[in-house]
């Protein structure tokens, strides 16, 4: 198959914000317990973390650092996990039906964040927490001294503040299936009233709204309209959230779901710019993808329910070949829409629907962790429209798409591409023709492909699905050929004069 990439170096888009390169950390499962945190595993280090785990996270790379929750957050009282460790309270955790010891808190999390270089983004409990918890925590997390919830801190041991910019004002609080979950307008208010307050605190902090969690949900959109007509000039994001499987087993369906991704993202900002335009707000509200991911296979029963226990196996989703393609398909939709997604974060990091995996002592990495990586090493600049002509086909769910998904990331004198070739038997040669400079030379390029799209890797054979170098590429007056293999993610830089 032969398929052209049109590309102009003067079609930009916008910057592509570092933020979208970010990750979520949910009290459930054994994401914290056991995946990041015990002390009791032979890689833990002085602060009880795993060093083999982080070792790992530290390749991806990660920006910003979503944290407590999830659902989980939304029954999650923060001060039950500050302060003496042997005076917190071990509570019941309704949304996952676990135990939660409060071992690892906000301070840990924050010193964790600081050791991995992310910038932290709590989220604040709006299920059954109030306004004033909410900007108690703040005051906790960023003010100096002299109060007393800053004081409290420094007593705590931390003398210097945490200094938390970003904050999300709830979970999915559209979902029924929600702590707390209310109607839009209750939640609008609700939103609004904690905003308020926080900025009060801390005028500095840039905060994050509910918006829609799924489109599927028949407030969709409709949801998002009314909390922005409550909290338009006291947000900088509207959360949504986005997870796509393929229960049907139809992999070409699948694989063309990055449409619906696209217009999810482009009806939602479709609204915050017509709330922008319509009402004369101060700023426009951007988007913040803050939970991303495939997830359906460990989705229901008892992959959902802790029955009583700490650190169960819930949502232990195990990826293969073709969810490395269609996390590619997502990285490339939030850095075609650069103008309007600000902050992505996949959901989640470790055990937990996650691109590692541990047991017992071991660890092992998922076949998105290679896709997630590629991106990741090769995120500054600026995107590039782009435009794909060759074949197409038709899928069930999602209609017409290319069978090439791209995107475009220009740096200077350096131009990476991200490509995913959704054939599942046909290899594909991707001719880069691009206006405005010429390409010289491969700096490098990495490529995850295999022949059976459900290929995966288990403890037992780790390197089924992982990335490789990848040289089938020939520069030639200006322009790139690359040789995509069959069902492949392909991320390449290269130098242009
Ligand atoms: O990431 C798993 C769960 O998915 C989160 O707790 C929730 O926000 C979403 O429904």
Redesign the pocket.
């Known amino acids: 198959m032969n398929t052209k990439l049109h590309l102009h170096t003067a079609f930009q888009i916008d910057k592509v914000d570092p933020r979208i390169f970010g990750g979520f950390l949910?009290h459930m499962g054994r994401a914290v317990n056991d995946g990041i945190f015990n002390p009791d595993s032979s890689h833990a280090d002085d602060m009880g973390c795993r060093k083999d785990v982080l070792a790992a996270l530290k390749r991806l790379d990660f920006t910003t650092m979503r944290y407590p929750?999830?659902?989980?957050v939304s029954g999650y009282h923060w001060l039950d996990a500050v302060g003496p460790r042997e005076q917190r309270p071990t509570v019941r955790d309704l949304a996952w039906q676990s135990i939660e010891t409060n071992q690892f808190g906000s301070n840990e999390f924050l010193e964790l964040a600081r050791r991995m270089d992310w910038s932290p983004m709590l989220a604040v409990n709006l299920g059954t927490g109030t306004p004033e918890e909410a900007r108690n925590w703040l005051e906790y997390c960023n003010i100096d001294g002299g109060s007393k919830w800053a004081d409290l801190r420094r007593e705590h041991g931390y003398e210097k503040p945490h200094d938390v910019r970003l904050w999300c004002l709830g979970?999915?609080m559209d979902?029924p299936w929600q702590i707390g979950h209310m109607p839009a307008e209750q939640y609008a208010i609700l939103a609004q009233q904690t905003a308020r307050m926080m900025k009060m605190c801390d005028p500095s902090v840039e905060l994050v709204a509910c918006g829609s969690?799924a489109p599927d949900l028949p407030t969709y959109l409709e949801w998002d309209r009314k909390v922005l007509e409550h909290v338009r000039n006291e947000v900088e994001y509207l959360s949504l959230?986005r997870y796509v499987g393929n229960p049907e087993d139809d992999t070409p369906d699948y694989l063309a779901v990055s449409n619906s991704i696209d217009r999810q993202i482009e009806a939602t900002d479709a609204v915050c710019k017509s709330v922008y335009h319509t009402r004369k707000t101060k700023q426009r509200v951007y988007l913040s993808c803050d939970?991303w991911n495939v997830w359906y296979r460990a989705r229901h029963g008892e992959h959902v329910n802790g029955r009583g226990k700490f650190a169960p196996h819930l949502?232990e989703e195990h990826y293969n070949l073709e969810d490395a393609l269609v996390s590619g398909c997502f990285l490339n939709s939030f850095i075609r829409h650069a103008d309007s997604v600000k902050i992505a974060n996949l959901?989640?990091i470790v055990n937990v629907?996650a691109p590692i995996f541990t047991r017992g002592d071991d660890m092992m990495l998922q076949s998105i962790f290679y896709t997630f990586e590629m991106f990741s090493s090769r995120r500054n600049g600026v995107a590039l429209r782009t435009s794909v002509e060759g074949p197409e086909y038709t899928s069930s769910t999602y209609g017409k798409v290319p069978y090439l998904d791209s995107s475009a990331i220009l740096d200077g004198d350096k131009l990476s591409v991200f490509l995913v070739n959704r054939s599942l038997d046909q290899p594909m040669e991707v001719r880069v023709c691009l206006a405005g400079a010429s390409v010289q030379s491969l700096v490098g390029a990495e490529c995850v492909f295999g022949s059976d799209p459900k290929a995966a890797n288990t403890f037992e054979s780790p390197r089924e699905v992982r990335s490789c170098p990848h040289d089938d590429v020939a520069v030639c007056r200006g322009e790139a050929v690359i040789a995509l293999p069959p069902m492949s993610v392909y991320g390449g830089t290269f130098l242009l004069g």
Do not use: K, T
């Open positions: 949910e929750g999830g659902n989980f979970n999915e979902g969690c959230h939970e949502l959901a989640q629907i």
